[in-house]
């Protein structure tokens, strides 16, 4: 496992996860940047958007625990992330996750 890039979640943004998607202690959730079209709430990098899916990990590049909740970049994911820290932050205005790096 790489450790060139770290994930930071948020408190708000680990609620989301609980409310929303039902994440519970022992789930693991993974984070893939993806492009699109438009921009959205991803300043991974430009024209980018994200997805959020329950898998086991296969070959983590990052990962992270939260209250038992384990979040994951896989390493076929990782060129995708540009920067070392990966940021998961919730906004209440718009009521959606923020995937950002540093």
Same mark, same amino acid.
Request: hydrophobic share 40%; with cysteine.
């Given at each position: 496992? @790489?450790? @060139?890039? #770290?994930?930071?979640?948020?408190?708000?943004?680990?609620?989301? +996860?609980?409310?929303?998607?039902?994440?519970?202690?022992?789930?693991? =959730?993974?984070?893939?940047?993806?492009?699109?079209?438009?921009?959205?709430?991803?300043?991974?990098? #430009?024209?980018?958007? %994200?997805?959020?899916? %329950?898998?086991?990990?296969?070959?983590?590049?990052? =990962?992270?625990?939260?209250?038992? =909740?384990? +979040? %994951?970049?896989?390493?076929?994911?990782?060129?995708? %992330?540009?920067?070392?820290?990966?940021?998961? @932050?919730?906004? #209440?205005?718009?009521?959606?996750? @923020?995937?950002?790096?540093?």
């Amino acid at each position: 496992m @790489s450790q @060139s890039l #770290q994930i930071d979640v948020a408190p708000a943004a680990l609620k989301w +996860f609980q409310r929303e998607m039902g994440a519970r202690p022992g789930d693991t =959730i993974r984070l893939v940047a993806k492009y699109k079209a438009e921009t959205g709430c991803c300043d991974v990098h #430009q024209g980018c958007g %994200f997805r959020l899916s %329950f898998e086991e990990p296969n070959r983590p590049a990052a =990962i992270t625990r939260m209250d038992g =909740i384990s +979040f %994951f970049v896989e390493e076929q994911d990782l060129w995708n %992330f540009e920067g070392d820290l990966l940021t998961v @932050s919730y906004d #209440q205005t718009a009521d959606e996750l @923020s995937l950002n790096m540093k």
